[in-house]
């Protein structure tokens, strides 16, 4: 298939050949899930902490004869359910990574790439640069063709003065075409392409080896 090719004016200048199998599958949404859920708790830090009755300070002693007192019977003065106490069944540091299939992860990035396009939020810009590296200067120059709503900007490794000029918009995420995210991409209203990342992109993906349709489920 093929896909317009915009300049900064929002003007189309040329249409640019992408593979079907990137940007015209039927989008698979437990794969887009199951991606999304992982990149997720991958990000999560897991350094939660509580102590518990063996670590919080205070006697090993006995407070009073088990017998006799009238009184509960109790062990020791770090018990749980006493003030200054340690805590029961509370969190600990822990690795809340796991992964996910290869094929699931491509599946998803294809997916997401799709259902943006089907929605027309997807928009390949042609290749510009910012020499100056100002914020001022970037958004005169995309003016026609960015907004404020959430849009992720898919750049390549070489353009680093385009990161540094806008990287203080709050609302623009930046993406390389070789390290991407499902769950930032998926959330965004809009997608922004250049014309060299998205070259990129077309070669970095293996065509299926079988239908969409007979992966994972819709």
Same mark, same amino acid.
């Given at each position: 298939?093929?896909?317009?090719?915009?300049?900064?004016?929002?003007?189309?200048?040329?249409?640019?050949? /992408?593979?079907?199998?990137?940007?015209?599958?039927?989008?698979?949404?437990?794969?887009? $899930?199951?991606?999304? @859920? *992982? &990149? =997720?708790?991958?990000?999560?830090?897991?350094?939660?902490?509580?102590?518990?009755?063996?670590?919080?300070?205070?006697?090993?002693?006995?407070?009073?004869?088990?017998?006799?007192?009238?009184?509960?019977?109790?062990?020791?003065?770090?018990?749980?359910?006493?003030?200054?106490?340690?805590?029961?069944?509370?969190?600990?540091?822990?690795?809340?990574?796991?992964? /996910?299939?290869?094929?699931?992860?491509?599946?998803?990035?294809?997916?997401?790439?799709? $259902?943006?396009?089907? @929605? *027309? &939020? =997807?928009?390949?810009?042609?290749?510009?640069?910012?020499?100056?590296?100002?914020?001022?200067?970037?958004?005169?120059?995309?003016?026609?063709?960015?907004?404020?709503?959430?849009?992720?900007?898919?750049?390549?490794?070489?353009?680093?003065?385009?990161?540094?000029?806008?990287?203080?918009?709050?609302?623009?995420?930046?993406?390389?075409?070789?390290?991407?995210? /499902?769950?930032?991409?998926?959330?965004?209203?809009?997608?922004?392409?250049?014309?060299?990342?998205?070259?990129?992109? *077309?070669?970095?993906?293996?065509?299926?080896?079988?239908?969409?349709?007979?992966?994972?489920?819709?």
């Amino acid at each position: 298939m093929k896909l317009n090719v915009y300049d900064l004016t929002g003007q189309i200048k040329k249409e640019i050949e /992408v593979k079907d199998d990137i940007f015209n599958i039927e989008p698979n949404r437990y794969a887009i $899930y199951e991606v999304i @859920k *992982n &990149e =997720l708790a991958n990000a999560r830090q897991g350094t939660s902490s509580v102590k518990t009755r063996g670590e919080v300070q205070g006697s090993k002693a006995k407070p009073w004869r088990q017998k006799g007192t009238g009184r509960a019977r109790v062990g020791t003065k770090r018990n749980p359910i006493w003030r200054h106490g340690g805590v029961a069944f509370g969190p600990k540091p822990r690795d809340f990574s796991y992964s /996910v299939p290869k094929k699931v992860k491509i599946l998803a990035y294809k997916s997401v790439f799709s $259902y943006k396009n089907r @929605k *027309n &939020e =997807l928009m390949v810009i042609e290749d510009f640069n910012v020499e100056s590296g100002k914020t001022k200067d970037f958004l005169n120059a995309t003016k026609s063709v960015l907004t404020n709503d959430k849009t992720s900007f898919i750049l390549t490794d070489k353009d680093t003065l385009l990161k540094r000029a806008s990287k203080n918009l709050p609302y623009l995420a930046h993406l390389t075409y070789n390290r991407l995210n /499902v769950h930032t991409l998926f959330y965004s209203k809009r997608i922004l392409i250049t014309e060299s990342a998205l070259t990129g992109l *077309n070669d970095m993906f293996p065509e299926s080896k079988k239908a969409v349709s007979e992966v994972g489920v819709k």
